[in-house]
């Protein structure tokens, strides 16, 4: 069973383009969220995506945008790419074990701004 | 803005070394404290999630304590090694739909 897998694993873009992010959460899990992780720090909570839905949203512009389809796989979209967007990005699907919820992460998507 | 807080940054030891780190997060509106081990180029490996005060759990030699009251949890590691090498994330979850990071722990074990 495939986890969380997103892509591209890497790209490369230049200030002020624009820049789409995929991500396909792990089988049976319904609930997107995106994390930015720049250098030396811990992932940000960017948003979260339910039935289709942005439900919570963290301390980021509205040049993030999202989108989740009906299969629950979701698109991070970041508009006027600036050099500080350089960062990994994670996808993470949630779930619940015996009550608990979790998270499962992908490995991320390298941004370079240059 | 909710502050999670990881010690140290970065631990070098001696394989067969015991280790600790600490995760402290905000007391109030707890509702879980996540565990994660990260290794370069792949994705957060899940370790522990943790509900309850006092709560400990265990995992292989990977073992981890929860103090909702005072706001801390600790991971411990016995007899490191190399494989152990990793960043070790921790996020408070207060029961929104996010989780919050600290600036994790970088363990290397030395053969």
């Known amino acids: 069973d495939a986890g969380v897998t997103q892509s591209p694993t890497h790209l490369i873009k230049t200030r002020g383009q624009q820049v789409t992010l995929r991500c396909s959460p792990k089988s049976g899990h319904d609930t997107v969220s995106w994390y930015q992780q720049a250098l030396g720090q811990g992932p940000q909570f960017i948003f979260q995506y339910y039935e289709e839905e942005e439900r919570q949203r963290g301390n980021f512009p509205d040049r993030f945008s999202g989108h989740q389809f009906p299969n629950y796989s979701s698109e991070l979209n970041v508009n006027a790419l600036l050099l500080g967007d350089s960062a990994l990005y994670l996808c993470a699907s949630r779930y619940w074990d015996r009550g608990l919820m979790g998270y499962t992460f992908g490995s991320g998507t390298r941004l370079t701004v240059v | ?111």
């Not at chain 2, 709560?55 to 490191?80: M, P, Q």
């Not at chain 2, 494989?83 to 600036?103: I, Q």
């Open chain 2, 1 to 111: 803005i909710l502050n999670v807080e990881q010690s140290p940054q970065s631990l070098h030891v001696q394989e067969g070394d015991s280790t600790n780190f600490t995760c402290s997060f905000p007391s109030s509106n707890f509702y879980a404290l996540h565990w994660y081990r990260w290794e370069t180029a792949k994705s957060p490996e899940a370790l522990f999630v943790m509900t309850l005060n006092g709560d400990e759990k265990k995992k292989g030699r990977i073992s981890a304590t929860l103090n909702t009251k005072e706001g801390y949890s600790y991971l411990y590691i016995k007899g490191s090694q190399p494989e152990d090498s990793a960043t070790y994330l921790c996020a408070f979850n207060n029961a929104g739909n996010m989780l919050t990071f600290g600036g994790g722990t970088r363990l290397m074990v030395k053969p």
